[in-house]
């Protein structure tokens, strides 16, 4: 078992930015509230970094770290199962199964799908996709270019994604 050498702060660092968007999307599904999701996000960092010694380096960073937060969010819920209503271990353990990470290789592959599907779009399609989700983007000032409603642009990109979302999907299962 490789240990990690007691200067590894930024290695830890670098890691956990890395696994966040994972790491919290996780947590949120589990506990499905947006604050239940940042306490144990914050807990789960805090274990993560007091067990850090004990992370095989090379082995999938965000695979231990989802199991390590699986604990805490059993705890978590334990504490607060009198004032709200949470899924049962059951549940959890079956959404716990069907998040397990993919590798590098799965990610870099839905990536090449997506990129696929994008080009397929008609060209209205992709620019209120390049729109919606550019940097500065504002919902409200697209609608007005568009010359749509704010409900009518939020439906476009509902509709946008689900297609490539399908896109993806039969992509994927055609090379699988």
């Known amino acids: 078992m490789a240990k990690q050498p007691p200067d590894s702060n930024a290695e830890f660092a670098r890691l956990l930015r890395g696994a966040h ?9 589990m506990l499905q509230n947006r604050a239940d999701a940042e ?5 789960t960092a ?9 992370y095989e ?12 937060a699986q604990f805490e969010i059993k705890d978590y819920i334990k504490a607060q199962r009198r004032r709200k209503v949470f899924f049962n271990d059951e549940i959890l353990e079956a959404i716990a199964v069907a998040y397990q990470p993919q590798t590098d290789e799965v990610r870099e592959r839905r990536l090449e799908a997506l990129a696929k599907c994008v080009e397929k779009l008609n ?9 919606c989700y550019a940097v500065t983007r504002d ?18 990109i509902s509709r946008i994604r689900k297609a490539l979302h399908l896109c993806v999907q039969r992509s994927m299962a055609t090379e699988d």
Do not use: C, H, P
């Open 46 to 54: 805090i274990v993560l970094w007091r067990k850090f010694s004990a």
């Open 39 to 43: 306490d144990v996000y914050q807990q």
């Open 123 to 131: 060209e209205r399609d992709r620019r209120m996709l390049d729109r």
């Open 57 to 68: 380096t090379g082995t999938n960073f965000i695979a231990w770290a989802i199991r390590v």
């Open 21 to 29: 968007r994972e790491l919290f999307g996780f947590i949120f599904a």
């Open 139 to 156: 919902y409200r000032k697209i609608a007005r270019i568009e010359g749509k409603t704010l409900g009518a642009v939020y439906q476009a």
